[in-house]
């Protein structure tokens, strides 16, 4: 019904960058907010960056100055500039999209994951 594709993963050393995308596609009507979860190894997932249709923004206090949340509307993408990468940041991430179909309002959607590995 929704599908949120995400790219953008991968190996980068510490103090180095990435950007990760997610591609929001389906029976979407609107879109309430998209964002930016992770989940590192052993450890429960937790927000890292939200964006609502209104512009306001959340973000996880360890990423803050670091990593910055912006979308492009058109495309129905949100993306995550990820700046000054710590050891710390290594885990998986996840899309999701909060978004009204014509089944279902709300409806709460994920991505499959992409990993980030920060390592020298």
């Known amino acids: 019904q929704v599908q949120l594709v995400e790219s953008g993963g991968g190996l980068v050393q510490p103090g180095g960058s990435l950007r990760l995308s997610c591609a929001a596609s389906?029976?979407?009507?609107?879109?309430?907010?998209m964002g930016w979860y992770r989940q590192a190894p052993g450890k429960q997932r937790e927000l890292v960056a939200d964006?609502?249709?209104?512009?306001?923004?959340n973000y996880l206090d360890s990423v803050k100055g670091r990593f910055t949340i912006s979308r492009d509307n058109a495309k129905n993408t949100v993306y995550l500039q990820m700046d000054s990468l710590e050891s710390e940041d290594t885990a998986v991430y996840y899309c999701?999209?909060?978004?009204?179909?014509?089944?279902?309002?709300?409806?709460?959607?994920w991505g499959q994951g992409t990993l980030v590995t920060v390592s020298s």
């Open positions: 999701n999209a909060l978004v009204a179909t014509i089944r279902n309002n709300p409806l709460d959607a």
């Open positions: 389906g029976s979407i009507l609107t879109i309430y907010a």
């Open positions: 964006l609502t249709s209104t512009d306001s923004t």
